[in-house]
């Protein structure tokens, strides 16, 4: 049976401010890969290689995961790299307010584990990733770009939903579509 290269996600628009710092990178001609506005997303679980046949289960451990959930607020600010300045791969929109996010994907990472995908050995640490780092070139221009960032404001976010994604990665980068999609319930008041 076919698989397909999956994740789940948190699906963002980008803002202005998310266009203006991409622009601004681009200008620099470092040897980054940016993430396409249309892509742009929180990953909760990357997943890798998706059997079809398990779609139907991994969407009711989507639902289970937001059940008890009300959607949520959560604001994009600061700018860094991943793993350190000095070997520089992801450059990265640091979140605040992100505990429900982290409640996500931990909830999220126990569950699929159960179909077989591998639990994460690191803590999971919530961001936008922005772009992928391919060369040095340029590599201090890009550092300074990225630290005049530090204290931006980049947008505030309403998250009503988390989404199932398959991506087909071609020459002109990666295309993703919606597989399922997990609404997290509208509570009501219980005054």
């Not at 699906?11 to 681009?26: M, Q, R």
């Not at 059940?67 to 929109?93: A, E």
């Not at 994460?120 to 992928?132: D, V």
Request: glycine letters at 4%.
């Amino acid at each position: 049976m076919p698989s397909f290269r999956g994740f789940i996600a948190i699906d963002l628009s980008a803002t202005p401010k998310i266009l203006e710092f991409e622009d601004t990178i681009k200008k620099i001609g470092a040897d980054v890969k940016l993430v396409e506005p249309e892509n742009i997303h929180i990953t909760l679980k990357f997943l890798g290689d998706v059997e079809q046949q398990l779609i139907d289960r991994i969407d009711r451990i989507m639902n289970d995961a937001v059940h008890d959930m009300s959607p949520f607020t959560f604001t994009l600010k600061r700018t860094g790299v991943f793993p350190n300045q000095q070997y520089m791969k992801i450059i990265w929109i640091g979140i605040e307010n992100e505990q429900p996010i982290i409640t996500l994907a931990k909830i999220l990472d126990e569950q699929l584990c159960t179909l077989g995908f591998t639990k994460e050995k690191r803590e999971f640490s919530p961001h936008l990733t922005i772009g992928r780092i391919r060369t040095a070139k340029n590599k201090d221009q890009l550092l300074q770009t990225i630290q005049s960032y530090a204290d931006t404001f980049f947008g505030e976010f309403f998250v009503k939903s988390i989404t199932l994604k398959k991506s087909d990665l071609s020459a002109k980068g990666p295309m993703y579509t919606t597989i399922k999609k997990a609404s997290i319930p509208k509570k009501e008041d219980s005054r």
